[in-house]
């Protein structure tokens, strides 16, 4: 299989390589990011490869699937003409998650949507794919009506630089890097610029992608996202109130079930944990104000499960219901 990876040399790129290590998928991969990555030397199975420059060229050529994870206006710009070119794109940055016509997916939940579709697909933001993948077994059983989020992300998810800006400032820096203010020692309750409404454009996702994913258009949801000094690994404490009232035996045995999330029972999971894993962590479950709501505490990788692990699921599930589709 011929796969081109664009951002191949950043967190999400540099993980979708390991991720396809790790799912044994057999493919030839082709690597591009800016020019000022232009012949840096990556790794697939051993196989020393070149890093080349992205050009319009280059996406014009036949892939089995183009992975892009190169930003909102490399994606807006390349996708369309990899997907001109007659390939399925799985684009992890935000700029078609609002498109009527491209599918938002994490294919645990409406994987569906990939049988016989091809174009541009759109990866969920990192914060909603852990939460989403716990709430459906939950919506299934009592109907979600109303989710209260709180989230601490770590600094991987502002990429490489962000990365970078905790380790300097560990060092002894004292420049804010890429964030509003100091995030060494600090927590900060903003990601992304601020909306008229007064939530930021992390928290207009998780509102938005939540509500998509799940196909529940009336549901009432408010996120405040926070970045916190943590490496990796995203966590976020929800609260979720149900039309039906809950049981939390059965609640935690649905979760344990549910595909891609582990369910710890009487004890809690950290960021710290979630290095190398691709499931959303559950801990902490418990009743809310009543028996109409259950509150929890979700973990997950955001460079893998957020990203890079959903995207070769995808990946994965586009190639198997078009198989199937072809017999
Ligand atoms: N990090 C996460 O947890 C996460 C989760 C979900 C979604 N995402 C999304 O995934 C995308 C990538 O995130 P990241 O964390 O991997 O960022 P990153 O570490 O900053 O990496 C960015 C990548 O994009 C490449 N790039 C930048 N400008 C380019 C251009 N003009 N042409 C070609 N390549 C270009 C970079 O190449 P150079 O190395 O040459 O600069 C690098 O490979 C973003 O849209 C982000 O929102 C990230």
Known sequence: MKIAIVGATGEVGRMMITCLEEFRVDAELHLFASERSEGKTLYYNEETLKVRKLTEDALREKYDYVLMSAGGAVSKYYAPIAAAAGNTVIDNSSAWRRESGIPLVVPEINGGLLKGYAGIVANPNCST???VLALSPLHKLYGLEMVVVSTYQSVSGSGHKGVQTLQQQRQG???NGIYPEKIDLNVIPQIGAFQDDGYCQEEEKMQFETMRILALPELKISATTVRVPVYYGHSESVYAGFARE???QEAGKALAAAPSVRFHDNTYF?????LKSNDSHISRLRYGTDRHSLCFWNV?????LGAAT???RILLRHLELNKEQDR
């Open 246 to 248: 809950a049981d939390l």
């Open 310 to 312: 959903n995207a070769v």
């Open 270 to 274: 950290t960021p710290i944990n979630c």
């Open 173 to 175: 820096s004292s420049d």
């Open 300 to 304: 997950g990788n955001n460079v893998r």
């Open 129 to 131: 794919i852990q939460m």
